[in-house]
């Protein structure tokens, strides 16, 4: 089944320490990209890559870092979390280059720093 | 740069009565256009999507949109909606020319009560 997987689905956490979120996904897909999503807020994304190695802010990057060693990874790091990066995460990944289609969400990752 | 406007952040309606939720988009060049369901603890599904040709687009759930391109619109409706209907709904846009971002509106919340 084509599908984007993140991992945790709920994590909660303590102001300053390190977590990733894993997302993986399995169409081969070259681009994928983070939104958090938050009350009145609608979707904002974090960062987006287009490729291995190609990576790029999104609207709200501030706080986190992202990588992509592999085509199918994109893991979100929080270096050191705060109480405003209390969110629902969502990864997401597009096949390129198209314009016509829309993206393949994960089930998402609600994450709470206290 | 392009942006979506959804005005109504929620949307409540008796069960089996006509909804309509509004999508207006402001763009500078032509777009394709998105609506994505949100269940409760769930991911972001693609509803239905219009690229080009014939302006109504429908999904397989009954509901349907249709482009309108001098109003900037893209409303999502369904003449009988039923409980499980109730979710968050997002309208997106995405420009037609080469690859670009989705960029989301803040979503509407429908509310279907009996």
């Known amino acids: 089944e084509a599908q984007v997987t993140q991992n945790p689905r709920y994590l909660i956490t303590v102001t300053g320490k390190k977590l990733t979120v894993t997302c993986s996904q399995n169409m081969n897909h070259e681009y994928m990209s983070w939104y958090r999503q938050d009350p009145g807020l609608g979707l904002r994304q974090i960062y987006y890559s287009m490729n291995v190695e190609v990576t790029d802010k999104g609207d709200v990057p501030e706080g986190y870092k992202v990588s992509r060693k592999e085509k199918r990874n994109f893991p979100l790091i929080l270096e050191s979390p705060s109480p405003n990066q209390t969110s629902l995460y969502f990864c997401a990944s597009s096949p390129l280059p198209t314009g016509a289609g829309g993206y393949t969400f994960g089930s998402g990752t609600r994450l709470t720093v206290v | 740069a392009q942006s979506v406007t959804q005005l109504d952040s929620q949307v409540p309606v008796f069960e089996e009565a006509p909804v309509e939720l509004r999508c207006n988009y402001s763009?500078?060049?032509?777009?394709?256009l998105f609506w994505y369901v949100q269940y409760p603890n769930q991911g972001l599904q693609l509803l239905l999507k219009?690229?080009?040709?014939?302006?109504l687009v429908e999904s397989i759930n009954g509901f349907e949109a249709e482009f309108n391109k001098s109003q900037t619109s893209f409303h999502l409706r369904k003449p009988s909606v039923h409980i499980s209907d109730t979710a968050e709904y997002f309208c997106?846009?995405?420009?037609?020319?080469?690859?670009?971002?989705?960029?989301f509106g803040t979503g509407t919340r429908l509310l279907v009560s009996p």
């Open positions: 997106a846009a995405r420009m037609n020319t080469g690859f670009q971002k989705l960029v």
């Open positions: 763009s500078s060049v032509s777009v394709y």
């Open positions: 219009y690229l080009s040709g014939s302006t």
